[in-house]
T-cell receptor, first 109, second 117 residues
Framework: GQNIDQPTEMTATEGAIVQINCTYQ??????LFWYQQHAGEAPTFLSY????GLEEKGRFSSFLSRSKGYSYLLLKELQMKDSASYLC??????????FGRGTSLIVHP | DTGVSQDPRHKITKRGQNVTFRCDPI?????LYWYRQTLGQGPEFLTY????????KSRLLSDRFSAERPKGSFSTLEIQRTEQGDSAMYLC???????????????FGPGTRLTVL
């Protein structure tokens, strides 16, 4: 089976840095996605990691450790518009992503 | 607009009625996925197609649910004899192909919100 664990909710201040952790167990592994989802909207792609290490893309970075079944999403220079749910989704052996419950990030002034 | 589209965006129905949703994927994408999402949860996989072939169905998908993709382009999801527990957002996503690498990125449609009274 597949098991994904990420915090339910986090709060942070505008301009700060926040790290959202995700641990997972999957049957087979073909990478891990992070998606952003604003309330009432569809998820949008943020990042994809298939090899260990850090992938940086502007204000967002994502890290993967396959041996530890661990990933994190790092958001820098937080803006109010970053308030959203962040979904960790490992890609199993069938190339179907399994989504976690998501971490609701609240950015306040 | 060349993104994934879904129709209708909202559907209200009475318990016991049948409903059908449509998804039009991005034209060059050969994989199409259906998910269900309830409040406070991540998207839950229902089924997916590679071209017109339905390759996998979730064990959570009861016999009341059926999906088709007759010509490998648009897809329909039908729910028969709806129940109140079917109330959810139904999301469709497409991806370019089933190979390793960033090509597996899924592009989501806006979803169809179903309310069963």
């Amino acid at each position: 089976g597949q098991n994904i664990d990420q915090p339910t909710e986090m709060t942070a201040t505008e301009g700060a840095i926040v790290q959202i952790n995700c641990t997972y167990q999957t049957s087979g592994f073909n990478g891990l996605f992070w998606y952003q989802q604003h309330a009432g909207e569809a998820p949008t792609f943020l990042s994809y990691n298939v090899l260990d290490g850090l992938e940086e893309k502007g204000r967002f970075s994502s890290f993967l450790s396959r041996s530890k079944g661990y990933s994190y999403l790092l958001l820098k220079e937080l803006q109010m518009k970053d308030s959203a749910s962040y979904l960790c989704a490992p890609l199993g052996g069938s190339y179907i992503p399994t989504f976690g419950r998501g971490t609701s990030l609240i950015v306040h002034p | 607009d060349t993104g994934v589209s879904q129709d209708p965006r909202h559907k209200i129905t009475k318990r016991g009625q049948n409903v059908t949703f449509r998804c039009d994927p991005i034209s060059e994408h050969n994989r199409l996925y259906w998910y269900r999402q309830t409040l406070g949860q991540g998207p839950e996989f229902l089924t997916y197609f590679q071209n017109e072939a339905q390759l996998e169905k979730s064990r959570l998908l009861s016999d009341r649910f059926s999906a088709e993709r007759p010509k490998g382009s648009f897809s329909t999801l039908e729910i028969q004899r709806t129940e109140q527990g079917d109330s959810a957002m139904y999301l469709c996503a497409s991806s370019p192909r089933g190979l390793a690498g960033a090509l597996n990125e899924q592009f989501f449609g806006p979803g169809t919100r179903l309310t069963v009274l």
